[in-house]
Structures are given as structure tokens and as C-alpha cells.
């Protein structure tokens, strides 16, 4: 594990797995969500390495990265959170990016693309995605999503926040509850997310970025379709799971309002964690939008500035 520098006072925790084997092909960032850090890309590492270089940072206010009490809109939403990925890759002298993303990561990884379309080449992501408006207070949902309130009350710390017993139990329920069928989340990752999100102070950070607007109730309810002038532009192919309880297959139908080139590719069987669940087919989708870049830009660009 490393630190980068600080931005806005927040330094990231991350892991780099270097490699020279294919030179002039992008970096992969790697971008975890909620509840979770960034030992949830282990499977996927282990079949990119040696192919990519990749970066997998813990995100602000998450795992071992720095953790303030600071305004969350400023300091935890995704233009914060953009900023210190991009400024992450800047400091290793990487200047093409493949990002990929689940949950809270996937929201960064778009974002960050529509941001920075200089430097981020590709897009691999699981939802959430736009275009999902007010079907996300329909009954159904609602019985999901209760938990982006839970967060904004004062009593989600007082309940959970330096508790690893009580951090252990909440964080159970969301792997099991979000999981796809058969997929069985090992005692042992359990008693990291436990021992990671029950420090003091830990949960509290990691909901600040609900807190900040970014779960997806207000997203949704507060997202304008873009001119088509500023849809995103970006390569973004999205995996979308069959058993995520989150986000119906029917929700990917608006996608093309948002980004001019985007693909969906259903995964069966998996529920709302895939990189967790299905490091196979998360990896081979990134080296596939790789292989696109290759295409577009079959010169190759420096990752090194």
C-alpha cells in the first residue's frame, strides 16, 4: 500500500501492480463502492496482472485513504472524489485511463469521464446509471433504498459508527441482501469490511458521500438529460447484473441520452457486486474496451508524461 499526495487535504490509500509487458495500452483504475474498499478488486487484479498496468485506490473517506469531518458536498461528492483519482494518476505520470467502477465507484468513474475526457480513454462499469428518474421512488425500489435516509440521520453514527460488532452485522446484511444467487461472501473478507468500517469515525466518512447528494434516490430525482452537444463521450460499457435488486435491467433503457457511445452487456447471475462476484467476465470486459482503444488510438500514447 501507498499514499499519494494530498488534494483538498484528503490523501488515497492505493496498491499499483506495474508491468511493461504491453506498453502504449491505458492504465486501469479500479474503483470500489459502498460497503466496501479495495481489496474487492483482488480477483479482478489477479487477472489483469502482468497485462495492465493497474491502480486501485480506496476512495475518499474510505478503507485506509484519509477520513475528515468536512462539509460532505464539498469535500465527498463525486467532483471531490473525481478529483483525487485524476490527481492520483497525474502524480504517477499516467496520462490514459481505463476506469472501471461498481456502486459508489461506478458514479466516480462516469463522472470523472465526462470531467476528464483527456485522460480517460474507457469506461467498464456496473450501475448505477442515468436515466433512471422517478421510477427510483416506486414502491418496489423504495424497499431497497431506505438506507440512503438511514444515512443522512445523525443516529446511523450513533448506532454503528466505531462498533465493529455493530458495523459487522450492518455490512452483512447489504452482501447478502445485494448478492446474486449462490454467491457466498468469505468469514474471513467479512471480518475485514468489519474491522475496516467499525473504526471510529470510518462509517461516518464512507456516508458522507450519500450525504453529499451522491446515493442514487437524488441522483435520479435530480438529473437533467444533457444537450446532446455534452453527452459523454466516452467509450462506457455497462455490465448490468440479472439478480441486483438495485437496479432493473429495465433501467439501462435511457442510456443513450447520456453518452454517445455505450454498450450493456447482461450478466447472469450476478447480483449488484461483480467485480466480487464475477472477476472472470469484469476482466475480460476491460480488456475488450482495451482492445477498443487500441482501435482508436493504434499508435499508442505514452502512459508515462
Keep these: ?69 468536512r462539509d460532505p458536498v464539498q469535500f465527498y461528492g463525486r467532483d471531490g472524489q473525481a478529483r483525487s483519482v485524476a490527481a492520483l494518476a497525474e502524480e504517477l505520470g499516467i496520462s490514459q485511463l481505463l476506469v472501471a467502477g461498481y456502486d459508489v465507484g461506478s458514479r466516480v468513474a462516469q463522472h470523472l469521464a465526462r470531467c476528464r475526457p483527456d485522460l480517460v480513454r474507457a469506461v467498464v462499469v456496473t450501475p448505477p446509471a442515468p436515466g433512471v428518474g422517478p421510477r427510483i421512488v416506486e414502491p418496489k425500489p423504495l424497499e431497497e433504498f431506505w438506507y440512503q435516509w438511514f444515512h443522512q440521520l445523525d443516529l446511523a453514527e450513533e448506532l454503528i459508527d466505531g462498533d465493529a460488532k455493530a458495523a459487522r452485522i450492518y455490512v452483512r446484511h447489504f452482501w447478502s441482501r445485494w448478492s446474486g444467487p449462490g454467491f457466498y461472501l468469505d468469514p474471513s473478507r467479512l471480518d475485514h469490511l468489519a474491522s475496516t468500517y467499525g473504526r471510529p469515525g470510518a462509517f461516518t466518512a464512507s456516508v458522507a458521500w450519500y450525504r453529499a447528494g451522491g446515493g442514487s434516490v437524488i441522483s435520479a430525482l435530480t438529473e437533467a438529460v444533457p444537450p446532446a452537444a455534452e453527452r459523454s463521450t466516452v467509450p462506457t460499457t455497462f455490465l448490468w447484473p440479472q ?14 441520452e447520456f453518452f454517445t457511445d455505450v454498450s450493456v452487456e447482461p450478466v447472469n447471475d450476478a447480483g449488484h457486486f461483480v467485480p466480487v462476484e464475477m472477476p472472470d467476465i469484469f476482466a475480460r470486459a476491460i480488456r475488450r474496451a482495451a482492445d477498443g482503444i487500441s482501435e482508436l488510438f493504434p499508435l499508442g500514447v505514452s502512459q508515462r508524461g
Design 1 to 69: 500500500m501507498a499514499m499519494s499526495s494530498a488534494i483538498d487535504g484528503f490523501r488515497l490509500a492505493y496498491d499499483r501492480y506495474e508491468t511493461t509487458a504491453s506498453p502504449g495500452r491505458p492504465a486501469v483504475v479500479l474503483l470500489h463502492g459502498w460497503p466496501g474498499d479495495r481489496r474487492d478488486y483482488e480477483g479482478v487484479v489477479a487477472r489483469l496482472s502482468g497485462q495492465f498496468d493497474v491502480v486501485v485506490p480506496d476512495l475518499r473517506g474510505f478503507g485506509d485513504s484519509d477520513k475528515h469531518r
Design 243 to 256: 439478480h441486483d435488486p438495485l437496479f432493473p435491467m429495465a433501467w439501462a433503457d435511457r442510456l443513450d
